[in-house]
């Protein structure tokens, strides 16, 4: 059995984690909200199959939120969704079926803590293990095969330097490898292969839309950036700095997309979780810019139009 379809072993989150209320909340309202598509979302449907693209951002991946939230609101429902890293997290939850609102009530009380604890320095500062476990405590062990919405995220075996798609297998491991951010959490290792975060390859994965099936493709780019940023403030601020300097180099599939949202992130960093109300208004402000041209060239009608 590889380590992608191994069962998740419990830890104890204490204030580590989310806090208990929080997860006795989640978990009587997952029954209700999984899965569940309002009456007025299953009378809207778009005229062409739509593919929605995620980037990666570290914590500036709640800006998906926003985004989703306002194609929601105006009754675009991506058909297929693909992402890298925090891209992968946000598109795996709402693949699964879980409602925009609890999306963002997770995101709102997320600490690094739930995502990987320090271990002894190796090939990595942090096991994601954590990230991997609320997965499962949110979506359930699911498969690829089991999502609602079909899903796909990138990662790379480091060993090969080669891109990964995953399409197949269990979700939260493939997840939890597209976020291995390499040298800060430890690589993901999956029948002979070991895998880290896709960003060092394709940090913004368009073309595998097509291959699922998607006629329309909607990228969402958290690459962009205000400058000067403000100078890193630790040692590990600077190392995902810098790697997400190298990362906005794999953008090399944004053209292929119809429309690219670029939410204005540039002033955040990619481990401050302090912000994600911002964060999240800032996906909102980019896509309600982006949808009168989506909803032209969908055909769709145009909020406000005469």
Known sequence: MSKLDSPVSDGTSGRAGLSSSLFRWLESS??????????????????KCVGLALSGGGALGAAHIGVLQVLAEHGVRPHCVAGTSAGSAVGAVYCAGLSLA??????????????????????????????EQSLVRLIGDRSFDQMITP?????????????????????APAVRASCAFPGVFTPVESEGRLLVDGGLMNNLPVAVLREMGAEYL???????????????????????????????????????????ICPDVGRYNGIDLGHIPDLIKRGREAAEGAMPRILRDLGMEVKGAS
């Open 30 to 47: 997952l029954a209700r909200l999984r899965g569940v598509r309002k009456a007025k979302d299953r009378a809207l449907s778009t005229p």
């Open 102 to 131: 609890l999306i963002e009530e997770v995101a709102l009380h997320l600490e690094w803590s739930q995502i990987g604890r320090v271990v002894r320095p190796k090939s990595g500062f942090f096991d994601g293990s954590r990230l």
């Open 151 to 171: 899903f796909a995220c990138a990662a790379v075996d480091i060993l090969r330097d080669e891109l990964v798609i995953l399409r197949e297998g269990k979700v």
């Open 218 to 260: 909607i990228a969402v780019d958290l690459s962009g950036s205000t400058l000067p940023r403000t100078p890193p403030g630790s040692l590990l601020e600077m190392w995902f700095m810098s790697l997400s300097t190298l990362t906005r180099l794999t953008h090399h599939e944004t053209a292929l997309a119809q429309v690219v």
